[in-house]
C-alpha cells in the first residue's frame, strides 16, 4: 500500500524527511498505469550540504531506496524512486523600512523572513513538507506590510519560476512580458549578468503549483530595493534575483 511504501523508507533511511508515494504516476509523467512513483525529501535542516530550501537527495541515496523496496513490490509494477519538483517563488519589489533602522541589517532579515514563510519546513522543526497547492501575491504583501519594521511597500510583484514557465532562448522573450531589466539604461543585455541585472519568470497574482510532484519554495535572494521615506530609492539596495535557477530550465544562453 501507499502507507508500507512511505513508512518503509522513512524506517531504513534516517536521512529521509517526506515520502510521497504516486500510484499509476512514472518518473516523469503523472498518469502511467502499472508504474509506482516514490518522491523523496531529505533532510538538510543543520547541514552545510545542499540547498536546504530545496533539499535533494542523492542518486547513491535513491538507488539504495529503489534495491531496498524491490523484493517488497509486485512485479507487475514498475517501481520509480525520484526527487520532488521545485517551483520557485521570487517577490520583487521596493521597499521603505521605519527612520531609525538599519536599511541593510533588515534588507537581509527581510529576505530571511521571505524564506522562512514561503519555505517553513527548511528552517522551522515539526513543519510539514506540502506538495502542490497555491499561494497568492496578496498574502505575501500583506505578510512583509505586517513586519514591525517595515514602514510601506510599493510595486510588489510575484514572480512563479518552474520549468516550462518561459519557452526558448533570452532572444525569444519579450522585455516586461517576459523578463524584467533592473535599470535598463545601463549595460546591453549581452553586458548584463545573471542574479544581478535581470529576472526571468511570469507574474502572477496566484501561484499554483504545476503538478501533485511539485513543492514550492521560496528563492534564495528575492529583489528587495530599499526607499528612503519622502526622499528616492535608494541604488544599491537589490538583493538578489534569481539565485537559485537553472541554466536551460529557466532561461538559455549562447
Not at 548584463?192 to 503549483?209: C, N, P, S, Y
Not at 528587495?224 to 532561461?251: N, Q, R, W, Y
Request: glycine residues 8%; aromatic residues 10%; charged residues 25%.
Amino acid at each position: 500500500t501507499v502507507w508500507d511504501y512511505e513508512h518503509k523508507v522513512l524506517e531504513a533511511f534516517p536521512s529521509v524527511f517526506k515520502v510521497k508515494c504516486l500510484e499509476h504516476a512514472s518518473a516523469t509523467e503523472d498518469i502511467a498505469p502499472g508504474s509506482t512513483t516514490l518522491l523523496v525529501v531529505s533532510n538538510l535542516r543543520n547541514t552545510n550540504t545542499g540547498n536546504p530550501l530545496a533539499p535533494k537527495t542523492g542518486f547513491d541515496t535513491i538507488l539504495k531506496i529503489k534495491e531496498f523496496l524491490q523484493p517488497y513490490v509486485s512485479p507487475f509494477v514498475d517501481l520509480h524512486v525520484a526527487n520532488p519538483i521545485y517551483e520557485q517563488l521570487l517577490v520583487d519589489f521596493k521597499v521603505a523600512f521605519y527612520p531609525e533602522i538599519d536599511g541593510g541589517f533588515y534588507a537581509n532579515q527581510l529576505n530571511k523572513d521571505l524564506q522562512e514563510y514561503l519555505s517553513p519546513r527548511a528552517l522551522e522543526e515539526g513543519v510539514e513538507v506540502e506538495f502542490g497547492g497555491k499561494i497568492r501575491r496578496s498574502d505575501i504583501l500583506a505578510f512583509v506590510e505586517n513586519r514591525d519594521y517595515v514602514d510601506y511597500v510599493t510595486e510588489f510583484k510575484l514572480y512563479h519560476i518552474y520549468e516550462g514557465s518561459t519557452q526558448g532562448g533570452i532572444g525569444c522573450m519579450t522585455l516586461e512580458e517576459d523578463f524584467i531589466i533592473d535599470d535598463f539604461q545601463g549595460p546591453g543585455l549581452g553586458e548584463m549578468i545573471l542574479e544581478q541585472d535581470f529576472v526571468i519568470g511570469k507574474e502572477t497574482e496566484v501561484a499554483r503549483a504545476n503538478s501533485p510532484r511539485s513543492i514550492m519554495v521560496s528563492a534564495s535572494q528575492h529583489r528587495i530595493e530599499l526607499l528612503t521615506p519622502g526622499v528616492h530609492s535608494c541604488k544599491g539596495g537589490v538583493f538578489g534575483v534569481i539565485g537559485s535557477m537553472a541554466i536551460e530550465i529557466d532561461f538559455v544562453t549562447n
